[in-house]
């Protein structure tokens, strides 16, 4: 259900924070291409942005770009001092937190792939079956909206009889997993949880969580979803941000508790579309709210509140300004899909808002591919980009 959103939320400070990936730049990995992790032969590239932009500096609450110290002073000087960062000494610390940060953005991709090999050697899965997407797995409602997509007259109209609706926001929710399949992947996330095994930050912005790819949910799971699945249906819905020609994804699960975190402050993803659905467990409040796409600033942003039913997801658009709002009880957990579309991204980065300036990259990296001057028109053309 939509319902106004509460006043608290204008509050300064959370709007507009673009929540950045943990992915970034490495060796090329030459399994890569075995893994599937390539866009029409090309491998799959980060934005060198991802070790200056969008650093989100926790002394004073908001996101700053960093190239030294003397830019820093110059272009945030002002705003650092009216949070309450004016000192010399609150100065140097603000720097310290900033140079940690890039230092660990530096050492997260080894990291990841370190961890990765290490829980695919030695981790013991409690549910196996859950790794492989298979039909049964799926709500009945999600198939038959699948099935319409994939139809020869499907148009949006059509697909917009099957889904619910929230505003005119372009934000919709549909049934997604069955009960059955849901509570597996629960216990079998729990396990994971308890076990000894090393455990990543899904991404800047949430601390507790699991990050698929390093589970090995990605080749035989995330990516079917994606390209089976997903794509026909948001080929219909969002066929202007790369709807039709979603390639890669980042998808990992967030978990919000009493003793964890509490919520998710407002920012974009570094998604064109993603993919949020409920896995309940048991939670009071933790309503999900949206504001208006970044692109589309409005001076006085119209918030909408959404809730989040167990199996079933939303579909937004990465660009949509969201955040999720406290649990009171219980444990909330989701599903996140960023799902990214090479084409458009390899135009504009979401983080920097410049063309990408690319670099090497582990596995999907953030998504950007390496682009010929002829690729362009034949790229938009398929896509009906623009
Ligand atoms: O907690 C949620 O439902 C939202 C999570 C989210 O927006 C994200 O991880 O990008
Ligand atoms: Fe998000």
Request: glycine fraction near 6%; aromatic fraction near 10%; charge should be negative.
């Amino acid at each position: 259900m939509a319902a106004p959103f509460s006043p608290f939320l204008f509050r300064p400070g959370i709007f507009r924070r673009p929540l950045a990936r943990t992915g970034s730049a490495v060796a090329a990995d030459p399994a890569r291409a075995a893994a599937g992790n390539m866009a029409a032969g090309r491998p799959f590239r980060a934005c060198a942005c991802f070790f200056s932009a969008n650093i989100f500096v926790e002394l004073c609450g908001m996101h700053v770009c960093y190239r030294d110290e003397r830019q820093l002073r110059r272009d945030y000087g002002r705003a650092l001092r009216e949070r309450g960062c004016g000192s010399e000494e609150q100065m140097a610390a603000v720097l310290r937190e900033i140079e940690a940060e890039v230092e660990r953005r530096k050492h997260l991709v080894h990291q990841s792939a370190e961890r990765k090999a290490i829980i695919s050697q030695c981790y013991k899965r409690k549910h196996s079956e859950v790794y492989t997407l298979q039909d049964s797995f799926l709500a009945p409602g999600f198939l038959e909206i699948v099935r319409y997509c994939t139809s020869p007259d499907a148009n949006l109209h059509g697909l917009l009889r099957y889904t619910e609706s929230f505003s005119d926001k372009r934000i919709f929710r549909l049934p997604v997993f069955t009960e059955e399949f849901v509570q597996a992947f629960i216990e079998e996330l729990e396990n994971f949880e308890q076990s000894d095994m090393p455990k990543g930050r899904p991404n800047s912005m949430n601390n507790y969580g699991v990050l698929l790819n390093e589970l090995g949910m990605d080749e035989s799971f995330i990516t079917p979803l994606r390209e089976k699945y997903l794509r026909p249906i948001t080929a219909l819905l969002y066929p202007d941000v790369g709807g039709a020609c979603l390639d890669s994804h980042k998808a990992f699960v967030v978990k919000y508790s009493l003793h964890e975190d509490l919520d998710l402050s407002s920012h974009y993803d570094n998604a064109e579309v993603t993919l949020n659905v409920s896995l309940g467990k048991d939670f009071t409040e933790g309503n999900l709210y949206f504001g208006e796409f970044r692109q589309d600033p409005s001076p006085v942003p119209n918030y909408i509140e959404v809730e989040h039913v167990a199996t079933q997801g939303l579909l937004h658009r990465g660009g949509q300004i969201h955040g999720a709002l406290p649990i009171a009880s219980g444990e909330r957990w989701n599903l996140i899909i960023w799902m990214r579309s090479s084409a458009i991204r390899n135009q504009l980065c979401p983080m920097c808002n410049q063309k990408p300036q690319l670099v090497e990259a582990e596995g999907f990296g953030d998504g950007f591919t390496e682009t010929c001057e002829e690729d362009v028109p034949e790229t938009v053309d398929l896509c009906s980009v623009w």
